[in-house]
């Protein structure tokens, strides 16, 4: 079963736009929900993660927002750049020692 | 420090043929998986192991095989591929605490086509 729902599947935004990508998990047993950013040809890498005992998260120009009773999480970049242009996976982490993706969503940032 | 490598970069195989899909690491990680991602599917993982010696089965395992022997290497075994491995693989390691995986470090991929 899919227990990472990620969406949209891909996003086009003008530079300086803030895209917004969305995910909902369904098991409440997770406790660590990172977001990974993955450039063609390369494997991804972690950009940022929120534990649920927080609503915010900011790092630079990327910030988490968190709801937990929701059970939804999303990205948010923003005064975004070109070279933000990448495939933005979430996952989800808790009890089981495994890492949980989503299916990724293809932002484009154009000029 | 290499981080996670990766051999073969680029694999071409016949449907029916076994080969070997090797990670290694130098971080001194406990904990490395093997993921598949395939279009519109993102990553799903095929195996994991939580340390040396002790392996577990992922999202899909079926036609793979993992040992880890030592900390450093994770191989990755096709038995006999099939057209529906065709994908690319990566390989990861990754700081743990208790059962949370945090921050995963991965490997540049390895491109699979089974023919």
């Known amino acids: 079963q899919q227990q990472v729902k990620q969406s949209p599947q891909s996003l086009i935004v003008q530079k300086g736009g803030i895209p917004i990508i969305n995910c909902a998990y369904e098991?409440?047993?997770?406790?660590?929900f990172p977001w990974y950013q993955q450039f063609p040809g390369k494997g991804p890498a972690l950009l940022i993660a929120?534990?649920?005992?927080?609503s915010e998260k900011k790092e630079g120009r990327f910030t988490i927002s968190f709801n937990k009773s929701a059970k939804q999480f999303s990205l948010h970049i923003m005064d975004s750049q070109p070279g933000d242009s990448a495939t933005y996976f979430c996952?989800?982490?808790?009890?089981?020692?495994?890492?949980?993706f989503g299916t990724g969503t293809r932002l484009q940032v154009t000029l | 420090n290499a981080g996670v490598t990766q051999t073969p970069k680029f694999q071409v195989l016949k449907t029916g043929q076994s080969m070997t899909l090797q990670c290694a690491q130098d971080?001194?990680?406990?904990?490395m998986s093997w993921y598949r991602q395939d279009p519109g599917m993102g990553l799903r993982l095929i195996h994991y192991?939580?340390?040396?010696?002790?392996?577990d089965q992922g999202e899909v395992p079926n036609g793979y095989n993992v040992s880890r022997s030592t900390t450093e290497d994770f191989p990755l075994r096709l038995l006999s591929a099939a057209p529906s491995q065709t994908s690319v693989y990566f390989c990861?390691?990754?700081?743990?605490?208790?059962?949370?995986?945090?921050?995963?470090?991965f490997g540049p991929g390895t491109r699979l086509t089974v023919l």
């Open positions: 990861a390691s990754s700081v743990t605490g208790g059962t949370l995986v945090f921050e995963q470090f």
């Open positions: 192991s939580v340390g040396a010696g002790i392996t």
């Open positions: 098991n409440t047993a997770f406790d660590y």
């Open positions: 971080m001194n990680h406990e904990y």
């Open positions: 929120i534990r649920p005992d927080v």
């Open positions: 996952a989800v982490t808790g009890t089981a020692s495994k890492l949980t």
